[in-house]
C-alpha cells in the first residue's frame, strides 16, 4: 500500500495549492538570503522542492542550486518554469539522496517535514541534510507551529477553482494535522480524494531531533518577518543552524 505522500503530490495538488506564488516565494528567499549570509555562486540544496518556487527564487539570487523532490508531477511543473535552467532537478526520496554533499546550505520549506509515522525516519532526513552540508554549511527547516495549527484549524472549508470543487476537511489525531481533500469535477461529478498527514512536532522535540542527527541549531523564527519564535503566537517553527 502506497503512502499519502506517494499519492498527493501529483497533478491535482497543482489545484489545490494553486494560491502559492513565486512572488511570495521570491520574498521569503530575500529573507532567508539574509539568514544564511551565503556568498554569490554558494552552493544550496532545496529538499523537496516541490513545484521549483524556492528553487527557482534561490537561482536568480546568484546560487548554483539543486532541487529534490519525490514527485514526478511537480518536478514536471519545476522544469516547465522559466529559468528552469539554471537549476538541476532531482527526483528522489529525502532519507536517501543519490549526492555526495559539499553544499554550503540546505533549505526544507513549506513544512516538508513530519510525513513519516517512525521518528527515526525524520531523523534520517536530518542525517541526511548533516551529510550534504560542509562542514559550516548552514541549513533552515521551515515547519508549522503545533500550538498556531491547533488553535486555528478550520475543521471545514470548500472552494471552486475552474471546472473542480474542493473540499477540505481538517483534524488533529494521535498526534498529527490530518486533512482530507475531495476534488469533484463539474463535468462529470467524478471525486478525486486525498489524505495528507504532518507529525505535530513541538519545538522541544525537534532541537532533540535537530541535535540527534548531529546538527546546531542556531536560532527559531516565528515566519519570515519575524525575527523571534512565540510559542503561542507564531505561525511557523523556522529552525536555522549550521553543521558544525
Given at each position: ?6 499519492e ?20 521569503e528567499?530575500?529573507?532567508m ?14 529538499l ?20 529534490v ?23 528522489s526520496?529525502?532519507?536517501e539522496?543519490?549526492?555526495a ?20 525516519d ?14 559550516e ?5 521551515d ?13 471545514h472549508?470548500?472552494r ?32 478525486r ?30 515566519g ?21
Open positions: 500500500m502506497s503512502e499519502w505522500y506517494e498527493s503530490f501529483g497533478e491535482d495538488y497543482l489545484i489545490v495549492y494553486k494560491h502559492r506564488d513565486f512572488g511570495g516565494a521570491r520574498r528567499v530575500e529573507q538570503i539574509g539568514w544564511l549570509n551565503l556568498p554569490s555562486g554558494a552552493k544550496v540544496l532545496d523537496c522542492c516541490g513545484m521549483g518556487r524556492h528553487s527557482l527564487a534561490l537561482a536568480e539570487a546568484g546560487y548554483e542550486v539543486t532541487g523532490d519525490l514527485s514526478e508531477a511537480l518536478l514536471r511543473e519545476a522544469r516547465s518554469q522559466n529559468g528552469a535552467e539554471q537549476v538541476t532537478w532531482i527526483h526520496d529525502m532519507r539522496l543519490p549526492l554533499g559539499g553544499f554550503d546550505a540546505v533549505v526544507n520549506l513549506f513544512t516538508s517535514f513530519g510525513y513519516f509515522e517512525e521518528d527515526k525524520q531523523v534520517k532526513v536530518l542525517r541526511e541534510i548533516y551529510r550534504m552540508l560542509k562542514p554549511g548552514k541549513f533552515i527547516i515547519f508549522l507551529n503545533p500550538a498556531h495549527v491547533i488553535r486555528h484549524l478550520v475543521p472549508s470548500t471552486e477553482d475552474g471546472e473542480n470543487l474542493i473540499d477540505e476537511s481538517r483534524r488533529i489525531k494521535d498526534g498529527y494535522v490530518m486533512k482530507d481533500i475531495i476534488l469533484t469535477s463539474k463535468i462529470d461529478g467524478t471525486p480524494l486525498y489524505h495528507e498527514r504532518v507529525k505535530l512536532y513541538p519545538r522541544e522535540k525537534f532541537q532533540e531531533m535537530i541535535a540527534e542527527a548531529g546538527l546546531q541549531l542556531k536560532e527559531v523564527h516565528g519570515y518577518e519575524e525575527e523571534s519564535y512565540d510559542a503561542e503566537n507564531s505561525r511557523r517553527m523556522i529552525f536555522c543552524g549550521a553543521r558544525p
